[in-house]
Each structure stands twice: as C-alpha cells, then as structure tokens.
C-alpha cells in the first residue's frame, strides 16, 4: 500500500476524530456523518446514496446502481458516535507509533477504511455490496442501523468494524453473547425504623434476592464463556432515616449465552427471576438475542485467510461479551460478524490505535475484497446454516 495512502487516510482519520460527535451533540453527528459521506462522494460519482435521520440521529446507505436491492449480499457497518471524551481526546495525535484520540479505536479509524475500500471495490465486485454509516451506536442503535432496516434494509451477511479486538489478539467475532435489561422491584411495608418488626424492609428483599441471584450466576473474577449477570443500580428511598422503604428496585444487566434455558425468551427469565423472589415486579426493558454468523461463510473463510496472511498470524473465531449494531440483522434473519483495528482503551482516557494496525487493517480489507472479486455471481450465499 502506498506511503501517501496511508498518510492521506491518516489524515482523514484525524480529522473525524476531532469531530465531537457525541450522542448530546447533534450538530456533530451530522458533522461526523458528513465528513464520511464527503469521502465516499470525492471518490464515487456514480453511486447512489441514501440518507436517514430518525431521532435526530443521521445515517447514509451507499451502493452502486439506481436501486437498491432487496437483499446486500455484503454490508460493511460503521458508526461515527462516540462516548465523551475529555477536550484533549478531540486533538488527535500520534506518538510512539500510536494515533490516540477519542473514538479512533471506537470506531472512527474503521470507518474511514471501510468508505476508502468500499470505493475502491463497489463497482468491480459481483455481488450487491452496501455501505452504512450510522451515529447512534453507542445510545442503542435504535436511529441507525434499526432504523434503516425498518425502511427495508437487509443484508445476508454484515461485517461490523467495530472495536474488540486488542492489540496482541487475532480475532474475528463471529458470535456475541445476547443481552437482558431489566428492571426488578421489591415490596415491602414501611414502619418506624425502632420497630422494624412492624415492617418489612424492601431493601432486605432486595439483598436476599441478589445473593440468591449470585448463587445461580456467581460473579466471576476472570474471562468466562458462560452467562454473567450484573446489578448496575439499586434505589430504595423511604423519605426519612428513620423509615424503613416499602419499595427497592435494580436494574439488571445479563449477557447470556445462545442454548441457555434461563434466556430462552423473556418469559423464561421472568420466570427464572419468579423462582427466586415469587412477588418480584419484572419490568424488561430489552431483550436482544445473540449475534452469529457461520464460519463456513464464503466471505468469512477469506477474511479470516487474507487476515491470518497479511498479519502473519491465525487468526480465530471468538464470542463478544459486548453487543453491536449487527444484532438488527440477526433478528431479521441476516448475519452479523465483527472484526475491527487492533487497539487499546476503547471508552477510555488513553484510547489509541497502532499506526501498524490501521495499516494492517486497510491492508486486510482491500485484499479481502480484492479476492471476493472472484465470487461467482449467486454463490456468495453458500454459508446457510
């Protein structure tokens, strides 16, 4: 790959990282998003775009041709929000090899790549191949990536370039675990805090009801494959400190894995949480389903094979624990992988990628879809389950 690529799209990468696309700031979201759909314009003229807002959330759709077809055989995912960031985390700089700033691992960087060789490739390719760039990734996807299936998006197959992957780990993520929200409350009967047998504290029901939790799904203490359950809030409030509360909720969050009975549907976890605590209020706020996509897929089988060849190393197939947008496509019967630049510190103060990976993983997409070119038409599809 050409030295003054490299730089041009380095250059390009700083630039949207220093865009303060926040989910509370509208006007850079749509800065963000415009700044990637001006690089796909710049290079294509001859490509149609789509562009969505839902929530005041913007997105694009590009695709060669003047209509677009019921099914992408291949949509390259994007999203250009990112989490705050401290006033510095928007000056992007490299040093000691590594281009820090905020959202360049999460996932800026990738966005750029995924515009600069979807441009290359689009019109040589000889299958439908899309490329969507949405900003509301990190507030639920909702605007975005589910938005645009709605208006009757689809894809068999979508490669999300998101972060994940660290910079010592060679993986493509095939798998995710899927993910419960809710919330749990407890009733209890408040009285004088001198007299709590006259009561009965929601906060005790609560606690009783976390240890019990934990009993089913201990906390673990290092990388587990199995199913985690969370509590990430507790409110009870009597009003006085002499009260006892008739009232307590948390909020759980479960990342479960694909066969496990608990999480069948949502109303086996109610139920699983009614084994526990029978008068436990179960309020679901989401149930997201876990993302797969075969390994046997054509397109999976070369990324994994051009990846392992440009890096000099194997790679494998792995399960997130966290989600992406790719879970909207599982739901509506296409598939979903994520395999992003190798980094560091996603969400965090130091976030940062490699210079060596970004190159790495423009090297990686543009043989990838170099190779894809052979694909006969039609048989793109031979990864059915």
């Not at 949207?16 to 990637?36: D, F, K, R, W």
């Not at 199913?227 to 479960?256: E, F, H, N, Q, W």
């Not at 089988?301 to 890096?311: D, F, I, P, Q």
């Amino acid at each position: 790959m050409e030295l003054s690529r490299i730089d041009h799209l380095l250059q390009a990468t700083k630039d949207l990282v220093a865009i303060e696309s926040t989910a509370h700031n509208p006007a850079g979201l749509q800065a963000a998003c415009e700044y990637v759909l001006s690089l796909v314009r710049t290079r294509k003229q001859n490509i149609c775009i789509e562009q969505f807002e839902s929530g005041g959330k913007p997105s694009f759709l590009a695709y060669r041709g003047n209509k677009r077809p019921d099914k992408f055989d291949l949509i390259l995912n994007g999203h250009v929000d990112v989490v705050p960031g401290k006033p510095e985390q928007y000056k992007p700089v490299i040093r000691d090899g590594k281009l820090y700033g905020r959202g360049v691992y999460d996932m800026k960087a990738a966005c750029v790549i995924l515009a600069d060789v979807f441009c290359e490739f689009v019109d040589s390719v000889p299958y439908t191949l899309g490329l969507q760039i949405v900003s509301d990734e990190e507030s639920a996807g909702r605007d975005g990536t589910q938005y645009q299936i709605q208006q009757g998006v689809h894809g068999d197959l979508v490669i999300c370039g998101e972060s994940g992957r660290a910079t010592t780990s060679y993986e493509i993520a095939n798998e995710s675990k899927g993910v419960v929200i809710a919330d749990v409350s407890f009733s209890g009967v408040s009285a004088h805090s001198a007299y709590p047998w006259k009561g009965d504290d929601a906060i005790v029901k609560l606690a009783n009801f976390v240890q019990t939790l934990h009993k089913h799904y201990p906390i673990p203490h290092q990388e587990t494959d199995k199913t985690t359950i969370s509590v990430t809030s507790a409110m009870a409030d009597s009003g006085a400190p002499s009260k006892l509360p008739d009232r307590s909720t948390i909020k759980l969050v479960a990342r479960y894995v694909k066969g496990d009975p608990n999480f069948a549907s949502e109303r086996t976890f109610t139920n699983f949480i009614h084994e526990i605590d029978t008068q436990a209020d179960v309020h679901v706020l989401d149930f997201i389903l876990p993302t797969y996509a075969n390994p046997d897929n054509r397109f999976l089988t070369t990324l994994k094979s051009v990846a392992s060849a440009t890096e000099n190393a194997s790679f494998r197939y792995v399960r997130r624990h966290g989600i992406s947008d790719g879970r909207f496509y599982n739901a509506v019967g296409g598939e979903a992988c994520e395999f992003g630049i190798a980094g560091e510190n996603a969400h965090g103060d130091n976030e940062y990628i490699p210079v060596v990976a970004f190159e790495n993983y423009l090297r990686t997409m543009h043989r990838f879809l170099h190779e894809t070119q052979s694909f006969a038409v039609n048989a793109t599809s031979s990864h059915k389950r």
